[in-house]
């Protein structure tokens, strides 16, 4: 009676023991540092996201280089010269081959007289008066209107640089050129001289040497 008891309880634990729960699964054990390793896996993959991300940094341009713009030279200034009759050609003529001419020539002269007669000793500041005798002995006719005595080189010893011929002048007839000086302020030796231009023809050399002292 009691063994029967006994096994009856022996049943009734076992059932119970076989509808109690299996237990749980137990966690893994985490190796030491294990925490660590995983907090720096999970950075760098956060940087490595956020790099992949951001917008590729801009590369910086190139600073432009100067440019040289291009100095444009003055164009030349163009002076014109008009030369009406009776005033001549002011200045120092630049001609060569300054001739009297003969009488086969078409335009030719004798300077048949100076005045002041040449080194003639004036003093500095002076005022006076030069003359020239001049004869035609070309084949064409002096005309006042076309016609001009003008400063042609040396010393500057004049007060106006032309002048037109007082008349007229034919074949073989006389002219007495005049002209305004005045001596320099220095002392020396000086020489001046005039010529006739007709028609931009420079001919007839009339010169003066005179001594400031």
Same mark, same amino acid.
């Given at each position: 009676?009691?063994?029967?008891? &006994?096994?009856i #309880? &022996?049943?009734? &634990? ?8 299996? /237990? ?5 054990? &985490? $190796?030491?540092? $294990?925490?660590?390793?995983? =907090?720096?896996?999970?950075? +760098? ?11 590729a940094? %801009?590369?910086?341009?190139a600073?432009?280089?100067p ?10 200034? =163009? ?6 009759p ?10 060569s081959?300054? $001739? ?19 080194n003639?000793? =004036? ?6 008066? /030069?003359? #020239? ?6 084949? %064409?006719? #002096?005309?006042?209107?076309?016609? +001009? ?5 040396? $010393? !500057?010893?004049?007060?106006? /640089? ?10 073989? !007839? ?6 305004d000086? %005045?001596?320099?302020k +220095? ?11 007709? +028609? ?13 002292k």
């Open positions: 009676m009691h063994r029967n008891k &006994l096994l #309880w &022996l049943g009734a &634990l076992a059932l119970v023991m076989a509808c109690l729960p299996t /237990a749980g699964t137990p966690f893994p054990t &985490l $190796a030491p540092g $294990a925490i660590n390793t995983y =907090i720096v896996q999970t950075a +760098d993959a956060a940087s490595t996201q956020t790099a992949v991300a951001a917008p940094t %801009e590369t910086p341009s600073t432009p280089k440019t040289f713009t291009e100095t444009t030279s003055p164009s030349p200034t =163009i002076t014109f010269v008009f030369i009406l009776g005033l001549g050609v002011p200045g120092t003529a630049t001609l081959g300054l $001739a009297s001419g003969t009488s086969s020539s078409k335009y030719g002269c004798n300077v048949f007289s100076t005045e002041p007669a040449n003639t000793v =004036i003093a500095p500041r002076t005022d006076f008066e /030069a003359k #020239w005798g001049v004869k035609n002995i070309g084949k %064409e006719t #002096w005309y006042r209107a076309t016609m +001009d005595y003008v400063f042609y080189s040396g $010393a !500057k010893l004049h007060k106006v /640089a032309s002048y037109s011929i007082p008349k007229g002048a034919e074949t073989g !007839k006389n002219v007495f050129l005049t002209v000086m %005045e001596a320099f +220095d002392r020396g030796t000086y020489t001046t001289q005039w010529a006739l231009n007709v +028609d931009n023809v420079y001919f007839c050399p009339m010169t003066l040497t005179i001594v400031v």
